[in-house]
């Protein structure tokens, strides 16, 4: 079973489930473009996570969103997400959708 | 589980002078030649060896295919592994990454395992301009190019993000078909679902616990069963974990033999980062602009700490096995029992043959395919080295490996069950 079948919110499951079939049809920048919206949904839902995934001294850059060419800013108080680049390699399109999945598994707890 | 040895080959600069004598890495190489000599003969399964630039008394293998290409001929039987090749272009071209890879098979008669890796540090990453957010997508784009060049004749060509060149026949063709297993560094769970998702082996080189170990299997050969995108033209399925290791005849000659290497291994590699969240203010880790290359002593910043940053108490609290308050209440008072405590807490082979049997066991009852021991690390000593690979060959290996062959492997074949590709795997 597919983890992101364990997210509890219908809309984050359904675009971490979008991100996954991308990937396998071989199209990591709509999977990573799925992530991000999901992992959108995910601080609107817990406003927090915004403050704990930028960028930080003291923290370790496992520990943040990833900043792999889709980088998460803070623009007068609100997330965004700016893509540097429209093209991502399957690698760094898991590293996103493990990372996003994760977050949203937490708030299961 | 399999067995074998891993090497950074560290050279801790000497306490009492402002480097090393002329014959210092000279020594470094030959005891290593014989260390792995000596498991080789034993029975040992693997070697793996590190490939870091630029860090000084950290890792002193740079160049790990010369070392291995050397050992290709004093050896019989054990794997050679790199652990890993850094894939960046600008590192190592893969092309060249594909003909030293697949000499190094056609020499040895078949025995490569071939790690890969994305690189780590500033340190080194900047020594070769390489950008640390593209680091990934480099390891991706060059492990799967150089595996398309030593597996077919010819190599198309390739025109990519971050090399580019044109139709070619790589060679020679390694022995091994199609390709040597392939493996990514994995010190990070993240990293260990990346292999998965690749179908290639996980290097676990984050000296992960047992119980961590347990909760990646599970995940890591789902993975491999649902949701794998081989990299290669066959799969690898395997994890390997690091682990801390010293052998005497008692618990605690081990542990003084151990010394503080497990320590300055800690230390030294948290010394090269340039995250400033993996630097701990109390462990007085310097960041990289204050490294004056060729100058500093790293060996004698680590001996002015208090003796218990030295022995493991902090890398306990900060991989969060145990809370400070936790230590405190349950940590025997004598020392070295303390240390062994210690040692068992985390699962670290280190003591009497009997223990380290005791500890281990953990990680098979976890199904680990492969363990690898950082025994060369710190200021150890190469006669004690010696010992402790020829106890724990001659004294626990035996069983293990009659376990691997009647219950592990049994186990792993369920596991694969309805993969539907190919296989090259070593375990």
Same mark, same amino acid.
């Given at each position: 079973m597919a983890r992101y079948e364990d997210v509890k919110d219908s809309d984050v499951r359904t675009l971490l489930e979008q991100a996954t079939d991308s990937m396998r049809d071989g199209d990591p920048l709509t999977a990573v473009h799925a992530c991000c919206d999901a992992f959108l949904l995910l601080i609107e839902q817990q406003p927090n996570l915004l403050q704990d995934n930028l960028p930080a001294d003291e923290k370790s850059h496992h520990e943040q969103f990833p900043r792999l060419g889709a980088n998460l800013f803070e623009v007068n108080g609100e997330p965004e997400i700016r893509f540097e680049r429209e093209r991502f390699s399957l690698s760094e399109a898991i590293t996103y959708l493990d990372f996003t999945t994760d977050t949203a598994l937490r708030f299961r707890q | 589980m399999k067995f074998g040895l891993f090497y950074e080959l560290q050279l801790p600069r000497p306490l009492d002078a402002e480097t090393w004598d002329p014959d210092a890495e000279t020594r470094l190489f030959e005891e290593m030649f014989e260390q792995v000599e000596l498991a080789d003969r034993l029975g040992y399964d693997y070697v793996f060896f590190v490939e870091h630039h630029f860090l000084e008394e950290y890792a002193h293998s740079t %160049?790990?295919?010369?070392?291995?290409?050397?050992?290709? *001929?004093?050896?019989?039987?054990?794997?050679?592994?790199?652990?890993v090749v850094q894939m960046p272009p600008a590192i190592n071209h893969p092309a060249r990454v594909a003909e030293r890879i697949s000499s190094l098979d056609v020499i040895s008669g078949g025995r490569v395992e071939f790690g890969t890796g994305e690189g780590t540090s500033m340190a080194e990453l900047g020594g070769f301009s390489v950008e640390r957010s593209l680091k990934k997508s480099m390891w991706e784009e060059g492990t799967r190019e150089c595996v398309r060049m030593m597996s077919s004749t010819p190599y198309a060509g390739y025109d990519g993000e971050h090399?580019?060149?044109?139709?070619?026949?790589?060679?020679?063709?390694?022995?091994?078909?199609?390709?040597?297993?392939?493996?990514?560094?994995?010190?990070?769970?993240?990293? @260990?679902?990346?292999?998965? *998702?690749?179908?290639?082996?996980?290097?676990?080189?984050?000296?992960? @616990?047992?119980?961590?170990?347990?909760?990646?299997?599970?995940?890591?050969?789902?993975?491999?069963?649902?949701?794998?995108?081989?990299?290669g033209e066959a799969i690898n399925p395997g994890l390997l974990v690091l682990n801390q290791f010293m052998s005497a005849k008692t618990d605690e000659e081990a542990v003084r033999r151990s010394a503080n290497g497990p320590g300055f291994f800690s230390y030294s590699l948290g010394y090269y980062s340039t995250t400033r969240g993996t630097q701990r203010a109390e462990s007085g880790a310097r960041l990289i602009d204050e490294h004056q290359p060729g100058i500093t002593n790293i060996h004698r910043v680590f001996d002015s700490l208090p003796q218990e940053q030295k022995d493991g108490r902090t890398q306990l609290r900060e991989a969060k096995l145990m809370t400070e308050q936790q230590?405190?209440?349950?940590?025997?008072?004598?020392?070295? +029992? *303390?240390?062994?405590?210690?040692?068992?807490?985390?699962? +670290?082979?280190?003591?009497?043959?009997?223990?380290?049997?005791?500890?281990?066991?953990?990680?098979? &009852?976890?199904? @680990? &395919? $492969?363990?690898?021991?950082?025994?060369?690390?710190?200021?150890?000593?190469?006669?004690?080295?010696?010992?402790?690979?020829?106890?724990?060959? @001659?004294?626990?290996? =035996?069983?293990?490996?009659?376990?691997?062959?009647?219950?592990?492997?049994?186990?792993?074949?369920?596991?694969?069950?309805?993969? =539907?590709?190919? $296989?090259? +795997? %070593?375990?």
């Open positions: - | %160049s790990p295919e010369i070392m291995l290409a050397g050992l290709a *001929r004093t050896t019989k039987q054990i794997r050679l592994g790199h652990g090399f580019s060149m044109p139709a070619r026949n790589v060679i020679p063709k390694p022995m091994q078909k199609p390709h040597p297993p392939l493996w990514v560094a994995a010190s990070r769970r993240e990293t @260990t679902l990346l292999a998965a *998702r690749f179908g290639i082996g996980s290097l676990g080189f984050g000296f992960e @616990t047992p119980e961590e170990t347990a909760i990646r299997v599970e995940e890591y050969y789902r993975l491999i069963r649902e949701e794998c995108f081989p990299i230590i405190a209440e349950s940590e025997p008072e004598e020392e070295m +029992s *303390r240390a062994l405590f210690r040692a068992a807490r985390s699962g +670290s082979a280190i003591g009497a043959p009997d223990s380290i049997r005791k500890n281990i066991k953990r990680y098979e &009852d976890a199904h @680990t &395919d $492969i363990m690898v021991f950082n025994a060369q690390c710190g200021a150890r000593k190469h006669e004690h080295i010696m010992e402790a690979i020829e106890l724990f060959g @001659t004294q626990v290996l =035996p069983e293990f490996a009659e376990r691997h062959e009647k219950e592990h492997l049994p186990w792993r074949e369920r596991q694969l069950e309805g993969v =539907p590709y190919p $296989i090259n +795997s %070593s375990i």
